[in-house]
């Protein structure tokens, strides 16, 4: 079982930045692909980001690209979200997410490709 604790939300105001941190426990991140998803109250969650367990790909949401960058360090055991010139309809709650590789089939950027759930950070970007 993992334990994932997301961190790093904040308010900002529109053109800043923040870094978000999800750090797991329970078990090594190394064999896990990984992944960032955000949601606003009434809406579905939404994919941001994710990230190969060997760091070898990503993937970007159409909305955050050349902003938003995903990151790991498998030996702190922790995934990272590096959010730039943010605007204000980036305010969300953000989980990151993690998954065995037999999920892989269900795809690297849908909410059913991922087994394990932080408890969700809020970002609030201000206008």
């Known amino acids: 079982q993992v334990q994932l604790v997301d961190t790093g939300g904040g308010l900002v105001q529109a053109g800043g930045s923040l870094r978000l941190s999800c750090a797991a426990s329970?078990?090594?991140?190394?064999?896990?692909?990984m992944g960032w998803f955000r949601q606003v109250p009434g809406q579905e969650r939404e994919f941001v980001a994710s990230?190969?367990?060997?760091?070898?790909?990503?993937d970007y949401g159409d909305s955050v690209k050349g902003r938003f960058t995903i990151s790991r360090d498998n030996a702190k055991n922790t995934l990272y979200l590096q959010m730039n010139s943010l605007k204000p309809e980036d305010t969300a709650v953000y989980y990151c997410?993690?998954?065995?590789?037999?999920?892989?089939?269900?795809?690297?950027?849908?909410?059913?490709?991922?087994?394990?759930w932080g408890q969700g950070t809020q970002v609030t970007v201000s206008s």
């Open positions: 329970g078990r090594t991140l190394s064999s896990l692909n």
């Open positions: 990230i190969r367990w060997n760091s070898i790909a990503t």
């Open positions: 997410a993690a998954a065995n590789l037999k999920y892989a089939r269900f795809g690297f950027t849908t909410v059913a490709g991922y087994e394990y």
